[in-house]
């Protein structure tokens, strides 16, 4: 399968402060997507890039996929606590299915 | 419309027995995907089931293995359980178009003793 390295692996933030979390991969990719796993939870899909240099957003949140198709990185600005959770990305395709070790946020009030 | 369902969500074993999970897709979904995720660690892909047969699978040994019946639900069976097996097992479903996003279940929490 693609290996995707995710970092940080922890990032703790003051409420309000902006998180970015990146995905590198040595092998291009297809495309890529981004889960949150909220504590005690499971995987929950958030947006699939697909296109060289895309970048979507959603409400505070902004995904980016490089130029190169080899990184990609998950953007939050002003982060409130429903933020918390641990953000993973994952290569899609015709590969096995793999995921990032993720990277958990942690925001504090 | 039901989302991905999984049972049990917790399970208790010791060292050496056997162990069936079980898995309901989302509806309209026709592939199954387990994964195993230690705590602290991401989803590890175990494999996928389309058509009720092993499509792909990840680097786990033969003790890891599966079933897919024509309703499309799945199972995961673990035999000779290792203490290393405990940990959440996920499944997820999706359409079999691979850039489809995959839909998880909660999971089922195995503590192995």
């Known amino acids: 399968g693609q290996q995707v390295m995710q970092i940080p692996q922890y990032q703790h933030v003051q409420e309000g402060e902006d998180f970015t979390t990146y995905c590198n991969s040595s092998?291009?990719?297809?495309?890529i997507q981004w889960y949150k796993q909220r504590p005690g939870g499971h995987p929950v899909f958030l947006i699939q890039?697909?296109?060289?240099?895309e970048v979507k957003k959603q409400k505070r949140l902004t995904f980016q996929f490089g130029e190169a198709k080899k990184n990609s990185s998950l953007h939050i600005t002003a982060t409130q606590t429903t933020d918390v959770g641990t953000y993973f990305c994952?290569?899609?395709?015709?590969?096995?299915?793999?995921f990032g070790r993720g990277t958990s946020l942690i925001v504090h009030p | 419309d039901a989302g991905v369902t999984q049972s049990p969500t917790h399970l208790i074993k010791t060292r050496g027995q056997q162990v069936t999970l079980r898995c309901s897709p989302k509806s309209g979904h026709d592939t199954v995907s387990w994964y195993q995720q230690a705590l602290g660690q991401g989803p590890q892909f175990i494999f996928q089931?389309?058509?009720?047969?092993?499509?792909q699978r990840g680097n786990f040994p033969d003790r890891f293995s599966g079933h897919q019946f024509p309703n499309y639900s799945s199972e995961l069976n673990v035999n000779a359980l290792l203490l290393g097996d405990s940990a959440l097992y996920l499944c997820?479903?999706?359409?079999?178009?691979?850039?489809?996003?995959?839909?998880f279940g909660d999971g089922t929490r195995l503590s192995i003793l």
């Open positions: 997820a479903s999706s359409s079999r178009d691979s850039h489809q996003p995959q839909h």
């Open positions: 092998t291009t990719l297809s495309n």
């Open positions: 089931y389309y058509e009720e047969e092993e499509r």
């Open positions: 994952a290569p899609r395709g015709s590969y096995i299915p793999t």
């Open positions: 890039l697909v296109k060289s240099g």
